[in-house]
């Protein structure tokens, strides 16, 4: 199997999300200033489209062009992957924990009512509304799709590190 025309579809797949997840970054670096709490998350969700953009370059100007690139080109590849696949089983636990709530929709009732009587507040009556219901299930679908793609480029892209190892010689 070919796996270049994989990679590069996964790419450009990819490039929208990448845009997605950098403006929300930005924004989320605002929060960070007010709640140091969110440092961790705010660093692994800022990483994803770094590694999306370092992925980009590196496929047009590496293997596309086949220009050389710098060393450090690959080192953000790398260190950003690795968090990326962080990213990524930390989405798989996410949608497993939405499937399981939604899956039974009296547990979901009842985590909320629990929720909702640990904040001292109430619960509106849209969330569990079965298009709510819905709605997060489509969004546990994305997510899972995301999680997957990402997984599988970040694979693709270490595989064409060592293909393409050549690239990164020259300095």
């Not at 579809?9 to 924004?27: E, H, K, R, S």
């Not at 660093?43 to 590694?51: E, K, L, N, T």
């Not at 997060?136 to 480029?153: C, D, E, Q, R, W």
């Amino acid at each position: 199997m070919k796996i270049l025309p994989v990679y590069r579809v996964l790419t450009y797949i990819l490039l929208p999300f990448g845009a997605y997840f950098g403006l929300q970054a930005l924004t989320a670096m605002i929060q960070v200033f007010g709640n140091p709490i969110f440092m961790l998350f705010t660093f692994i969700f800022a990483c994803v489209p770094i590694y999306i953009f370092c992925s980009f370059i590196f496929l047009q100007k590496g293997i596309k062009n086949a220009q050389p690139c710098k060393k450090s080109l690959r080192d953000w590849i790398r260190a950003n992957a690795v968090v990326t696949i962080i990213y990524v089983f930390l989405g798989l636990l996410a949608v497993i924990g939405m499937l399981m709530f939604v899956s039974d929709p009296e547990l979901f009732k009842q985590a909320l009512a629990k929720f909702s009587a640990d904040q001292k507040t109430a619960v509106p009556a849209e969330i569990t509304d079965p298009r709510s219901i819905q709605t997060i299930k489509y969004m546990a679908g994305i997510m899972l799709a995301l999680s997957i793609v990402l997984l599988v480029h970040v694979i693709l892209t270490f595989r064409m590190l060592k293909l393409y190892k050549h690239v990164f010689q020259v300095e």
